[in-house]
T-cell receptor, first 117, second 111 residues
Framework: GAGVSQSPSNKVTEKGKDVELRCDPI?????LYWYRQRLGQGLEFLIY????????KSGLPSDRFSAERTGESVSTLTIQRTQQEDSAVYLC???????????????FGSGTRLTVV | GEDVEQSLFLSVREGDSSVINCTYT??????LYWYKQEPGAGLQLLTY?????DMKQDQRLTVLLNKKDKHLSLRIADTQTGDSAIYFC???????????FGQGTTLQVKP
């Protein structure tokens, strides 16, 4: 597609339920990132996929968080047993960059606003 | 881990210049970026600078980099009300390639 597409745009869920967030990157972008943005704060790195390499999961805050990506296509971020502190905007970005030396900017989606009540 | 710090808020009058400052810790950063986030929207890349440069100009935007002090600034000339947004500084970590973001500076432009 023309841009990075995320769905849903808004999600309200009850504490303890599981949620699944979806990111559709720009076609041909090998790198995909998930970030979390809490209200009034900066972006917190969660996970990074680069082609078929093992993902960098170093930013996932707990084992309730997981993400998958098949090849260079759609990614899903799953949060199990949601807690109120999980409330945030979850941003996905994709990039053409194939290694750390490439300077291709990230293109961000508009995010999914998750509210846990 | 690496850290990026920004002041949280800046208020200017329309037509004035705005200067948003950022400091970072990773001396092996390869690129540094400025992103803009308007309300309810994702992040939009404004400009970037390679770590071996000290200045880059792009229309109303000027980026200054002091690599010795690990200080980055974004100057917006002739600031307009449409420039009101949150501005994020980010560094590309040298050993991982990940972008590490600051907490964002809210720019308020008064008419």
């Amino acid at each position: 597609g023309a841009g990075v597409s995320q769905s849903p745009s808004n999600k309200v869920t009850e504490k303890g339920k599981d949620v699944e967030l979806r990111c559709d990157p720009i076609s041909g972008h090998t790198a995909l990132y998930w970030y979390r943005q809490r209200l009034g704060q900066g972006l917190e790195f969660l996970i990074y996929f680069q082609g078929n390499s093992a993902p960098d999961k170093s930013g996932l805050p707990s084992d309730r968080f997981s993400a998958e990506r098949t090849g260079e296509s759609v990614s899903t971020l799953t949060i199990q047993r949601t807690q109120q502190e999980d409330s945030a905007v979850y941003l996905c970005a994709s990039s053409l960059a194939r290694d750390m030396g490439d300077n291709y900017g990230y293109t961000f989606g508009s995010g999914t606003r998750l509210t846990v009540v | 881990g690496e850290d990026v710090e920004q002041s949280l808020f800046l208020s200017v009058r329309e037509g004035d210049s705005s200067v948003i400052n950022c400091t970072y810790t990773d001396s092996s950063s390869t690129y540094l970026y400025w992103y803009k986030q308007e309300p309810g929207a994702g992040l939009q890349l404004l400009t970037y600078i390679f770590s071996n440069m000290d200045m880059k100009q792009d229309q109303r935007l000027t980026v200054l980099l002091n690599k010795k002090d690990k200080h980055l600034s974004l100057r917006i000339a002739d600031t307009q009300t449409g420039d009101s947004a949150i501005y994020f500084c980010a560094e590309k970590e040298g050993n991982t390639g990940k972008l590490i973001f600051g907490q964002g500076t809210t720019l308020q432009v008064k008419p």
